[in-house]
């Protein structure tokens, strides 16, 4: 598996941050795997997709169990949760449960559920870099 660059962006309150992002393909309703970057939250217990992402793999959004994520805060995200195709590499394919959000305005993320049982990941913040192997 690839070595992932981490991406500067900017915050509210605490200027440019290093972010841990990673790169991999999600099969839409056509077959056709789509390239997606969804950034490392170790702390999401469920991995997260904005609301565009449905037009994106031809998914019907409602479809989908719907749940309400919360966040810190307390903040409130209404989502639903459909099973993905995932490709980690040409090799390794799983179905990835992801809550894909009501909302645009949610980051692309990768949680903990069906993936970090078969994937390693390391952080290496002084090189600014996740490696990401399988198990």
Not at 19 to 29: D, G, K, N, S, T
Not at 113 to 120: A, I, P, Y
């Amino acid at each position: 598996m690839p070595v992932y660059k981490w991406q500067r962006r900017p915050t509210s309150h605490f200027g440019l941050v290093w972010f841990p992002i990673v790169r991999f393909e999600l099969e839409a309703r056509d077959g056709q795997f789509r390239p997606l970057a969804l950034q490392i939250d170790s702390g999401a217990v469920v991995s997260l997709l904005r609301r565009s992402s449905a037009d994106l793999l031809g998914v019907s959004l409602e479809s989908g169990k719907r749940i309400e994520l919360t966040s810190v805060g307390d903040a409130r995200t209404g989502a639903y949760v459909h099973s993905v195709r995932t490709r980690f590499n040409e090799s390794l394919t799983r179905d990835v449960r992801f809550a894909i959000a009501e909302t645009e305005d949610v980051p692309n993320l990768l949680g903990r559920l069906d993936v970090f049982d078969f994937l390693r990941i390391v952080f290496d913040p002084v090189n600014h870099e996740t490696q990401v192997t399988s198990t």
